[in-house]
């Protein structure tokens, strides 16, 4: 049995509104309370049952709900509603009336409600209790598809076969505490649709707007209703390589499908060469998620051909998934609340300011799950203001919280932040480990019962992949913790072990180098930081290994560049020598270059060697001399490092070979044109460069006049070159715009019950 009691009223009623559609096979018209005439839902036409009796006309759905487990349905709990459906018999607007009830229904009290319902006009009457409802869930895939929540409301071995079983434990592990408090989104809703129509998604959003449990929910009714075992992998080419042709129960998952944390067009070509042989795929049967960070997706969107795939250019495959109804933010909190650990005395404390912590500007689902824990309100005053800056200052709140822990509960999360935020269980630690648990006045026994104590609150523990691990509940817990541990000198050793490096060299300065907001590393730790620099060959911000190398050298040589005082980069350059190679030879995208601004304030400090100076000098003329790149005439800063006469060599230099070659250059440029690109784009650099010879020598008209001629010719071929039409923005589903009607009946209501 499914604890229905679970759901609330509104929910109780969505359910039963989804048994209509699927079990019934109509599309049920939901009424607000305020204006429903006694319907929870509707509809006309016939419907012929599974045992071949046939029913017609006027069908109004009433949903009755009750909160306490295991209570049987009584009259007094609808003799109101007779009044209400005599009312309707009497527009004409019921001809057979169907009820619903999450309690039990005695086959005596069915006939006593068939019999009064039809006394007062209704032609036919049904009453489906709990065990009906029960039923139909147990034997209805398609329907806990689309109601997921279900999954975590009774004993999924009871419903799936052993190997579906298995497969779904795991998928849904991660959120095995939260299951049965899930809501089911409208983008949801829109997201299974269009899995079931297209065998396709795509679901776009910021981090940590709920894609990842989507697509896990997704991933979790496809296996339960079409067998469709997941793999989830990271690029469009590995679905293509893991197909199976003659298995059309697969579902593919690609996270992050166009990059990590901003696009890589790699994956975008990539995508663009595997989409025949995709849609193929969709027409086998197979189903497939994408997911990607919204602003990663726009900045796709221009390289992803739409003749490739057309149905990745519709609106009803893309997906935002990232706004949230007001009803939908309710029973966010209507479920946490109903389903979470606060007392009954701090429900009904709590019950008139639900609404506004629904309404506030700064909601996000974690506010439901906190507000809804005893261990995160303990030292709340509940009252407007104070809630108002419990969701205003969500993290000032967690860092206190974290202050506020006995050391050995403050020792077990510093162990899961020095370990990736993935820390092994049985705990096996060393010594680094001991001793920053030590100089927080824990031990490891202490840790142990800390975690089991926090577990559900702070801290999770799960099995993924065979492996028993704890996690933080959720990563605004280890970016509090990171605060909180850095305020003490004392403990900084702990956050330089515990942190990756990519987050150090966001967050770090080595000495004081007056970076606002920074944490400054002291010399004496500087050695561990050189250790931490030397293993940074790649960064997982990146998916493809190309890229990966290339972002870790920039992410590096800028955090030299920026963030490092003279005596750190003194002591790096003389354990990494080879650096002043590598800045000698940079990219011809001077502008954007880190190696650029790794050699100035090398040169800035008197760290770069002359030979080093000379070789870089000589690259950046190159590039200025063939028109790839006139960075050295534009940037007052890589003026002064030409010595003497150098740069005036320069000059004379483009004067004598590259001036008299400038229009056969934009013929070269023109050549290279791919008629998708904007025109004006692609130009921009040859413009660019252009201008700035022109500003170099704006005291030789001639030259000036060459350049203007080439420069108006350039203009005219970017308008020819220039489609009028404007583009047109996809449509996100969920986007469409909110009815605004009030519920008259609150959906707390019940919450103190």
């Known amino acids: 049995m499914y604890d229905l009691h679970h759901l609330g009223w509104f929910g109780f009623q969505e359910l039963c509104n989804s048994i209509a559609r699927e079990v019934l096979g109509q599309t049920s018209m939901t009424f607000l309370e305020s204006a429903d005439g006694g319907r929870d839902g509707c509809f006309s036409g016939k419907w012929q049952n599974t045992t071949g009796e046939n029913y017609y006309g006027e069908f109004v759905i009433q949903c009755k709900f009750k909160t306490r487990r295991n209570e049987n349905l009584k009259f007094a709990d609808i003799q109101d509603e007779i009044i209400k459906a005599q009312k309707l018999v009497s527009s004409n607007l019921c001809d057979t009336y169907i009820l619903m009830t999450n309690t039990g229904v005695s086959a005596p009290m069915a006939a006593k409600i068939q019999k009064t319902l039809k006394d007062v006009g209704v032609k036919q009457v049904l009453v489906f209790g709990s065990t009906w409802i029960n039923s139909q869930i147990r034997e209805n895939s398609k329907l806990r598809r689309l109601v997921p929540r279900i999954y975590g409301l009774g004993d999924l071995s009871e419903i799936l076969d052993e190997r579906v079983y298995d497969q779904g434990k795991v998928l849904l592990e991660y959120l095995k505490d939260e299951l049965a408090k899930v809501v089911i989104t409208s983008s949801y809703k829109k997201a299974a649709n269009a899995i079931e129509e297209h065998g396709f998604v795509l679901l776009i959003g910021e981090p940590a707007a709920g894609k990842t449990t989507i697509a896990s929910l997704l991933a979790m009714g496809a296996l339960d209703q079409w067998k469709a075992s997941t793999m989830k992998l990271e690029t469009a080419e590995q679905v293509v390589k893991h197909w199976n042709p003659n298995n059309s129960g697969q579902f593919f998952w690609i996270d992050d499908a166009f990059g990590v944390t901003q696009h890589e067009s790699t994956l975008s070509n990539r995508c663009n060469q595997a989409m025949p042989k995709i849609v193929a795929m969709l027409d086998k049967g197979v189903k497939i998620v994408m997911t990607s960070r919204d602003y990663i997706y726009n900045a796709a969107k221009k390289d992803l051909k739409k003749g490739a795939f057309p149905l990745l250019h519709e609106s009803q495959v893309v997906i935002d998934v990232q706004n949230l109804t007001l009803n939908e933010k309710r029973q966010m909190i209507y479920n946490h609340m109903k389903m979470g650990k606060q007392t009954l005395f701090f429900k009904k404390e709590i019950k008139q300011y639900l609404e506004y912590i629904a309404n506030h500007q700064r909601f996000i689902p974690e506010i439901a799950r906190r507000i809804a824990d005893p261990f995160f309100t303990k030292n709340l005053v509940i009252s407007e203001f104070y809630l108002h800056n419990f969701i205003n200052k969500q993290e000032s709140f967690l860092l206190e919280l974290i202050e506020e822990l006995d050391k050995d509960s403050q020792a077990a999360l510093a162990l899961i932040y020095m370990n990736s935020e993935k ?191 000379k070789a870089f000098v000589s690259k950046i003329s190159e590039y200025a001399i063939i028109g790839d790149n006139l960075f050295a005439l534009s940037s007052d800063d890589i003026k002064v490092m030409f010595v003497e006469n150098e740069y005036e060599e320069l000059l004379q230099k483009i004067k004598a070979e590259l001036l008299p070659k400038i229009s056969e250059l934009k013929e070269i440029w023109k050549a290279r044109y791919d008629k998708d690109e904007d025109a004006g784009y692609h130009m921009l650099s040859l413009k660019e460069n252009l201008e700035t010879i022109e500003y170099e020598f704006s005291d030789q008209p001639t030259i000036v006049f060459e350049v203007n001629k080439e420069l108006m010719e350039i203009e005219e071929w970017i308008k020819e070159n220039t489609d009028d039409e404007s583009n047109t923005e996809l449509e996100n589903l969920s986007g469409e715009k909110e009815e605004q009607e009030e519920v008259e009946r609150s959906i707390f209501d019940d919450i103190d019950a």
């Open 423 to 613: 820390l092994k269980s049985p705990l096996e630690i060393g010594d680094l480990e001991t001793k920053a648990i030590e100089k927080l006045g824990s031990s490891l026994s202490g840790c142990i019962n800390a975690l089991e104590a926090m577990n559900g609150n702070m801290v999770q523990h799960l099995m993924i992949d065979d492996e028993s691990i704890w996690k933080y509940k959720h990563p605004t817990i280890g970016d509090a913790f990171s605060k909180y541990i850095v305020r003490s000198p004392d403990m900084i050793e702990i956050y330089l072990h515990g942190s990756t490096v990519d987050k150090l060299l966001d967050q770090i300065t080595c000495g004081d180098v007056k970076v606002k907001n920074a944490i400054i590393v002291p010399k004496k730790l500087f050695p561990l930081i050189l250790d931490k620099l030397n293993s940074y060959k790649s960064t997982k911000k990146y998916k493809t290994e190309i890229l990966s190398e290339w972002g870790a050298k920039r992410t590096l040589f800028n955090f030299l560049a920026k963030r490092c005082s003279p005596n750190f980069l003194k002591l790096y350059v003389s354990n990494s020598p080879e650096v002043l190679i590598q800045i000698t030879n940079p990219s011809k995208f001077l502008d954007y270059s880190p190696e650029v601004s790794l050699a100035l304030t090398l040169f800035s400090n008197d760290l770069l060697p002359e030979n080093s100076r």
